[in-house]
């Protein structure tokens, strides 16, 4: 049997750790296991590229970040549209004929899920493995390269809490993760932050004035915030998410957090400093933890592979690896509960989400 692997959209820590996961799964338990990696994700298969991926080619990756197959994104709107006479999805369909491919290895995000269930229902077989630091792929408890993104970021707002005691200073810690709050609230959780902001709970900048000052007024001479890059005032909510970006661009601001900032500092009179971790939260070595779940998932997945078992994508359920149809999950996020167990329970120990 032929097999192809690819890496699609952003990347994380862990998805060396499938390739090779897969690769070694594959090697001890199908015979004459032909594997060959697609290079730039959807790219790669767009233009019918490939190279062979052999046994030492997995050696010494399980602690590697990115990806040695390279990545890209390629816009989920744009795969049917047709252009020189034929679509980005008729010709990943072509290639995969073409490669001679008995079954694709898709390791990526919400994105990614979409256009393999795509690729499904054109007649690929196609299995999926969930991918991300956001953590908001729906039908898995969670994602790969998440556990990785919540330890750097964690340590990051360890580093910045010291500085931030040091001048008596509110630092507000900018977090990866524009439609979901997972990475923000974990980590925030984790690093001990005395506030978080994230998409599902829209804040009020008065509610996060106040609650800074009722802190500073109680003796806390330093306040950490922890906010989303996809954190949204109350009062944006009404605006379609292409709207909030225009103003925020007028703003010179891809974000709230810089624009937050400058409001706190001026209402409350404290010194305030914004930090954005960005892709730090995506690079570099990834925590045992993902080693080990990346190691499941993947040898999940080609396990998937060998039985015949298509159209589908590992996933994480209780401490169980599990699979779901693509068709079932392509298209949905999963969402922090601003009502559940988390989120009640940071707030029962004082932590705000301003509102
Ligand atoms: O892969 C997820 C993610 O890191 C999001 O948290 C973030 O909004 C986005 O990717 C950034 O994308 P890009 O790599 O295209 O800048």
């Given at each position: 049997?032929?097999f192809?692997?690819?890496?699609?959209?952003?990347?994380?820590?862990?998805?060396?750790?499938?390739?090779?996961?897969?690769?070694?799964?594959?090697?001890?338990?199908?015979?004459?296991?032909?594997?060959?990696?697609?290079?730039d994700?959807?790219?790669g298969?767009?233009?019918?590229?490939?190279?062979?991926?052999?046994?030492n080619d997995?050696?010494?990756?399980?602690?590697?970040?990115?990806?040695?197959?390279?990545t890209s994104?390629?816009?989920?709107?744009?795969?049917?549209?047709?252009?020189n006479?034929?679509?980005?999805?008729?010709?990943?369909?072509?290639?995969?004929?073409?490669?001679?491919?008995?079954?694709?290895?898709?390791?990526?995000?919400?994105?990614?899920?979409?256009t393999?269930?795509?690729l499904s229902?054109?007649?690929?077989?196609?299995?999926?493995?969930?991918?991300?630091?956001?953590?908001?792929i729906?039908?898995?408890?969670?994602?790969?390269?998440?556990?990785?993104?919540?330890?750097?970021?964690?340590?990051?707002?360890?580093?910045?809490?010291?500085?931030?005691?040091?001048?008596?200073?509110?630092?507000?810690?900018?977090?990866?993760?524009?439609k979901?709050?997972?990475?923000?609230?974990y980590?925030?959780?984790?690093?001990?932050a005395?506030?978080i902001?994230?998409?599902?709970?829209?804040?009020s900048?008065?509610?996060?004035c106040?609650f800074?000052?009722?802190?500073?007024?109680?003796?806390?001479?330093?306040?950490?915030v922890?906010?989303?890059?996809?954190?949204?005032l109350?009062?944006e909510v009404?605006?379609k998410?292409?709207?909030?970006?225009?103003?925020?661009?007028?703003?010179?601001e891809?974000?709230?957090?810089?624009?937050?900032?400058?409001?706190?500092q001026?209402?409350?009179g404290?010194?305030?400093?914004?930090?954005?971790?960005?892709?730090?939260?995506r690079?570099?070595?990834?925590?045992?933890?993902?080693?080990?779940?990346?190691?499941?998932?993947?040898?999940?997945?080609?396990?998937?592979?060998?039985?015949?078992k298509?159209?589908?994508?590992?996933?994480?359920?209780g401490?169980?690896?599990?699979?779901?149809?693509?068709?079932?999950?392509?298209?949905?996020?999963?969402?922090?509960?601003p009502?559940?167990?988390?989120?009640?329970?940071a707030?029962?120990?004082?932590?705000?989400?301003?509102?």
């Amino acid at each position: 049997m032929k097999f192809g692997i690819l890496t699609s959209g952003g990347d994380c820590s862990g998805l060396n750790a499938v390739i090779r996961a897969i690769g070694l799964y594959l090697e001890e338990n199908v015979r004459d296991a032909e594997i060959v990696g697609i290079p730039d994700g959807y790219g790669g298969l767009i233009r019918g590229e490939s190279f062979p991926l052999r046994r030492n080619d997995f050696e010494n990756i399980i602690g590697l970040g990115g990806t040695i197959l390279r990545t890209s994104r390629q816009p989920y709107k744009l795969m049917t549209v047709s252009e020189n006479g034929s679509s980005r999805l008729e010709r990943m369909c072509e290639n995969y004929r073409k490669m001679g491919l008995d079954c694709l290895f898709t390791l990526g995000g919400a994105g990614t899920h979409k256009t393999a269930a795509l690729l499904s229902m054109e007649g690929c077989n196609v299995v999926g493995v969930p991918k991300t630091i956001d953590n908001d792929i729906y039908g898995t408890d969670v994602t790969f390269g998440f556990q990785t993104a919540v330890e750097v970021a964690t340590e990051a707002i360890d580093r910045i809490r010291t500085t931030a005691a040091s001048h008596s200073r509110t630092m507000l810690v900018e977090i990866m993760g524009n439609k979901a709050g997972w990475l923000t609230l974990y980590t925030g959780i984790a690093a001990g932050a005395d506030m978080i902001l994230i998409p599902e709970i829209p804040f009020s900048v008065d509610a996060v004035c106040d609650f800074v000052a009722a802190q500073r007024r109680s003796g806390k001479t330093h306040t950490i915030v922890a906010v989303a890059e996809g954190a949204v005032l109350a009062s944006e909510v009404k605006f379609k998410r292409s709207e909030r970006v225009f103003v925020r661009t007028e703003r010179g601001e891809n974000t709230v957090t810089q624009h937050l900032a400058e409001i706190l500092q001026e209402r409350t009179g404290f010194e305030t400093r914004t930090s954005v971790l960005g892709y730090l939260q995506r690079g570099g070595t990834p925590c045992a933890y993902d080693r080990l779940l990346s190691t499941r998932l993947g040898g999940f997945a080609a396990k998937l592979a060998a039985d015949g078992k298509f159209g589908v994508t590992a996933a994480v359920s209780g401490n169980r690896i599990t699979f779901n149809a693509l068709t079932d999950i392509a298209g949905k996020y999963k969402f922090v509960d601003p009502e559940g167990d988390t989120v009640r329970f940071a707030k029962s120990i004082g932590i705000g989400f301003g509102i």
